[in-house]
């Protein structure tokens, strides 16, 4: 199958000298086309990081990135918008205040001089589930889940191939989640886009991945089918952990929830 996501032996640090910091080490992983691959591991151990490095909001990067079969240059480029977006964990932080939805959905268009706006916004904002008359609100006149398919949309203004999702449902109330995860893999499906999605949570991996890569300090630690991660048959005991620690959460909830 073609691949879509190709990293290899990248590497980043922040700091110099002694505050020098490895961020990832060495880290290798490739995504088909069409899949949708998952990223878990502890706060810290360089998810976030990784995602930016595709994004180019890093450049400091060594290694070999490449989309499509394309090296991607340290620097960001407008062809790499055209191939690869992000979505990021806050709708609260990740839209401007003062822009208005519609403004913030046609500014990628004008920046790459796409014809026939109004028909993109339009289109786009009925298929994340909003409608046109959404255009003239702010987002503070959202709800946290509008403000997520805002952000989705933007992401997708541009046509890309490849979403990078950072844990898009976290800041999001329980109830809203899966109304915005149902979102994602329908808009998946539709477009057969490739998903590079970070999530702490083994029931959407379970749920909407076929491949998950395990991180921890800054390493991919394993990676493995979702089958095998759902059968008990991760290599590594931090993986069996973090499963056990899922399955111990849930057990909790559904106890607590019988409480009340
Ligand atoms: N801009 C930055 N400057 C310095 N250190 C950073 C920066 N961004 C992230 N880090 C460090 O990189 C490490 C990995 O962070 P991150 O990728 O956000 O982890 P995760 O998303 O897995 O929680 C952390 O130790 C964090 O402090
Ligand atoms: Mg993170």
Redesign the pocket.
Known sequence: MKTMIDVRHLNLE??EGEKR?Q?LCDVNFSVAAGEIYGLV?E???????VLKCLAGLFTHWQGELAIDGKPLEHNIGHGRCRMVQMVFQDPYGSLHPRHTIGDILEEPLQIHGMNDRDRRINTLLDKVGLNRAFRDRYPHQLSGGQRQRVAIARALILEPQVLLLDEPTSALDVSVQAEILNLLADLQQEAKLTYLM?THDLGVIAHLCQTVAV?QYGKILETLTVDALVNGEAQTDYTRMLVNASQQYSREMAREVAVY
């Open positions: 922040f700091g910091n961020v591991g706060s810290g151990s360089g998810k976030t990081t970070v991180m």
